[in-house]
């Protein structure tokens, strides 16, 4: 079991930033990868970011590539999502997940993002 719990959410302005935390617990040896997800309202959920376990290789997807930053600690067992030059379309309730074995099937609860602007 891998227990994930998210921080940092809030009401910004656009253009301001943000940093979201993912504290992970539990056989976190046995993660892989983690990755932020977000799900805006009437939307299907979409893939932010991920970042290896190990080696640190990070992906972005395009609608956030130059303006968000995926990173992890290890030895705290946390990921971050630094967001930059935040939008209005960037809100969301944003999850942070943990892969294993290629597929994500563990989930945080979720912080909600909102970019007023």
């Known amino acids: 079991q891998v227990q994930l719990v998210e921080s940092g959410g809030g009401l910004v302005q656009a253009g301001d930033s943000l940093r979201l935390s993912c504290a992970a617990s539990?056989?976190?040896?046995?993660?892989?990868?983690m990755g932020w997800f977000r799900r805006a309202p009437g939307k299907d959920r979409e893939y932010v970011a991920a970042?290896?376990?190990?080696?640190?290789?990070?992906y972005y997807a395009d609608s956030v590539k130059g303006r968000f930053t995926i990173s992890r600690d290890n030895a705290k067992n946390t990921v971050y999502l630094q967001m930059n030059s935040l939008k209005p379309e960037d809100t969301a309730v944003y999850y942070c997940?943990?892969?294993?074995?290629?597929?994500?099937?563990?989930w945080g609860q979720g912080t909600q993002v909102t970019v007023s602007s």
């Open positions: 997940a943990a892969q294993r074995n290629q597929v994500y099937d563990y």
């Open positions: 539990g056989r976190t040896f046995s993660i892989d990868a």
């Open positions: 970042i290896s376990w190990g080696g640190g290789t990070t």
